[in-house]
């Protein structure tokens, strides 16, 4: 008897001594984020740090991992970039948008995100491209980069990270983002086919990609922030009717903007004297932070009973202090390097291509659909840097260009027993939707909505288009 009790005692031990060793193998150990600073309890793990892409010159990106909140184990993966180009993946959706936690008004810790993204997925959110952020190369001239250099980059990164979490490897893989992701997640979803069609072995399981607000076709897009402003009241008559009468976006090209006329020039001149610091054109609701000592101690006495009901309009402020506490940046093991400047949301040193903002993306979308890789375009209504009325004819563009008919016609779609937005399917593979009330950072400014519309996505649901409790 003695000797079965130590028998089941050492096979129990091999059992443990297993287990430690896939665990140590499939979760990296020196990554793994033990508590961030003022961070409150949570069941999940995280993880941050390097990946190299690029050792010889010492080219690395960041990243942030969350696992999902319940089930990470059943649960899909779902790569998060922020656009810019050139702005930070972790200061936008990690700490303000869609991630676990939002810093407190204080900036020096950190709430729960109660509508988080990691109740329906897996995150992984990353600073891309070099000089974004924390993420660095020892070669300067990486910093002179674009879509092409961005996108392969973000391929090594995403090869190399699954060798850190292998256990990953089969899961559904979802990419997302928002703003000049339009540019960064369809290339870099065409980076992904196309290593898939030549590798006999691991092949990422990509399942479908969704932008927010994103930056498609930039002759298409820049007409349509004027006549926002106009619909909006921001712009008078005269100055609308200007601009329609001698700006031809056709041509326009932000590499060579000189080929506009003077008078258009004359009319947009006007318009960037209406827009002023007291609007914020990403989001024309959100009433403007004044971060003074003061005013900043009495929004403090009023968070606990007032932070829910509304945007935190300071968050940037916030999210910028917190990611420079030296004790933050120690717990996701963040700038090893002690890069010579402080963390910013969107970087200085990026010197990218001017040439690649006017590429159109309508035909890198339509080779992914005629791949079968489901395609969500969805906007918040009150953006006015990428606003729905240029995304939402490019969307109907795309599906003509595909002989798609609409499978849902546009109609509302509901979030509980309100309307969540404005939605049509084409094809059963491409979405337009939009979120009402929300802004260009949609999971900011409707965080509830946001979620609703990101689960329906990654379940591969229609968004309902019927109230229910």
């Not at 940046?329 to 291509?353: F, G, I």
């Not at 159109?360 to 979308?365: D, V």
């Not at 209504?381 to 016609?409: C, H, M, W, Y």
Request: charge should be neutral; charged fraction near 20%; aromatic fraction near 12%.
């Amino acid at each position: 008897m003695a000797r079965l009790s130590l028998q089941a005692v050492a096979r129990a031990m091999v059992i443990v001594l297993l287990t430690v060793k896939w665990f140590a193998e499939a979760y990296p150990e020196e990554d793994m984020v033990v508590k961030l600073p003022g961070q409150p309890k949570v069941g999940f793990r995280q993880y941050a740090g390097y990946i190299d892409v690029d050792r010889k010159v010492g080219r690395s990106l960041f990243y942030y991992y969350v696992e999902a909140d319940k089930q990470p184990d059943t649960k899909p993966l779902t790569v998060w970039l922020n656009g810019g180009p050139g702005c930070s993946s972790i200061g936008g959706g990690a700490f303000t948008e869609l991630g676990p936690f939002y810093p407190t008004g204080d900036g020096r810790g950190l709430r729960i995100n109660s509508m988080s993204w990691n109740k329906a997925s897996n995150l992984l959110f990353v600073e891309s491209p070099a000089g974004v952020g924390w993420s660095y190369s020892n070669r300067s001239s990486d910093y002179n980069t674009g879509d092409k250099s961005t996108a392969n980059d973000m391929l090594v990164f995403l090869l190399r990270w699954f060798n850190k979490f292998p256990e990953l490897k089969s899961r559904d893989l979802f990419l997302t983002g928002e703003s000049y992701a339009g540019h960064y997640i369809p290339q870099l979803a065409d980076a992904i086919l196309g290593y898939n069609s030549r590798s006999s072995g691991f092949k990422f399981n990509i399942k479908g990609i969704a932008i927010g607000n994103p930056l498609l076709k930039l002759d298409r897009d820049i007409p349509g922030v004027y006549e926002f402003f106009w619909s909006h009241g921001m712009i008078s008559d005269e100055v609308k009717l200007a601009i329609t009468s001698h700006c031809n976006f056709e041509d326009y090209s932000y590499a060579n903007p000189h080929n506009v006329s003077d008078a258009c020039n004359e009319a947009l001149t006007e318009v960037s004297s209406i827009i002023t610091e007291h609007i914020n054109p990403f989001d024309v609701l959100l009433d403007t932070c004044y971060p003074s000592i003061v005013q900043q101690e009495l929004r403090l006495k009023q968070m606990a009973t007032k932070m829910s009901l509304g945007v935190d309009v300071c968050m940037k402020y916030e999210r910028r202090f917190y990611l420079n506490l030296p004790e933050v940046q120690v717990a996701l093991h963040a700038n090893r390097t002690h890069l010579p400047y402080a963390w910013s949301s969107c970087s200085n040193m990026l010197n990218y291509s001017g040439t690649d903002l006017d590429i159109n993306m309508l035909p890198t979308l339509k080779k992914l659909i005629q791949k079968n890789i489901p395609v969500w375009i969805f906007s918040g209504d009150q953006d006015s840097i990428v606003p729905l009325l240029g995304s939402r004819t490019l969307v109907r563009e795309l599906a003509n260009d595909l002989n798609f008919k609409a499978t849902v016609p546009y109609g509302v779609w509901f979030h509980k027993t309100q309307v969540g937005g404005w939605a049509i399917e084409y094809g059963n593979l491409l979405t337009f939707a939009t979120v009402r009330g929300a802004a260009h950072m949609v999971a900011y400014s409707q965080p509830s909505q946001a979620l609703h519309l990101f689960s329906a996505f990654v379940l591969g649901q229609r968004l309902p288009n019927k109230a229910h409790t």
